[in-house]
């Protein structure tokens, strides 16, 4: 596609649920990276990949949150036993390289709210 | 540990105003500064990118500077119109790694 798709674009689950957010970055790009966007706040980086593997987990808050590229293109975030605090804008990005020198673009977030 | 942050944190003024955002990060070890838009329930547009090495960028009504040594940045937008109206993020870039560190945005409302 054009632009970085993400799926869902809304998502309404309960306390102690899992959950899969889905992102199809642009084609060609071997650097896919996940930020997470609290309400008047801007992005928190998550993790970031290279080609499948994840060269940088070190934003994952804690072991309910995971992702995956097994492929090298789409990725899944996944989380755990989602709490309330988890509620946020989970934005998917990608570029062609790494961040170094390319320009990073951005999904429209999958928004998630746990009740 | 790298902090951003931006002022003021929420901006009106009327249309056909000149404005200045402002961005400041605590690390200057950055490869790369950029400025990016927010619409409400959007993601995020990419607008400038200034490189360490660059003073400043330049696209039609947007002019971005970098001041690398005082952990500065300033976002100059000329002549506002109501179109304008959105988050403006600041985000810079780690030497060290592939992450964006973010700022906590300056929403702007420009009115007609």
């Known amino acids: 596609g054009a632009g970085v798709s993400q799926t869902p674009s809304n998502k309404v689950t309960e306390k102690g649920k899992y959950v899969e957010l889905r992102c199809d970055p642009i084609?060609?790009?071997?650097?896919l990276y996940w930020y997470r966007q609290s309400l008047g706040q801007g992005p928190e980086f998550l993790i970031y990949f290279q080609g499948t593997g994840a060269a940088d987990d070190s934003g994952l808050p804690n072991d309910r949150f995971f992702a995956v590229r097994p492929e090298g293109s789409v990725s899944t975030l996944k989380i755990q036993r989602t709490e309330r605090g988890d509620s946020a804008v989970y934005l998917c990005?990608?570029?062609?390289?790494?961040?170094?020198?390319?320009?990073?673009?951005f999904g429209e977030g999958s928004w998630l709210t746990v009740v | 540990k790298q902090e951003v942050t931006q002022i003021p944190a929420a901006l009106s003024v009327p249309e056909g105003e000149n404005l200045v955002l402002n961005c400041s990060f605590t690390d200057s070890a950055i490869y790369n500064l950029q400025w990016f838009r927010q619409d409400p329930g959007k993601g995020l547009t990419s607008l400038l990118l200034i490189q360490s090495s660059q003073r400043e960028q330049t696209s039609g009504r947007l002019n971005a500077s970098l001041d690398k040594s005082s952990g500065r940045s300033t976002l100059y937008i000329a002549a506002s119109q109501p179109g304008d109206s959105a988050t403006y993020l600041c985000?810079?870039?780690?030497?060290?790694?592939?992450?964006?560190?973010f700022g906590g945005g300056t929403r702007l409302m420009v009115k007609p």
């Open positions: 985000a810079v870039l780690h030497n060290a790694g592939n992450m964006l560190t």
């Open positions: 990005a990608s570029s062609e390289g790494g961040g170094i020198g390319n320009t990073i673009y």
């Open positions: 084609s060609g790009h071997t650097a």
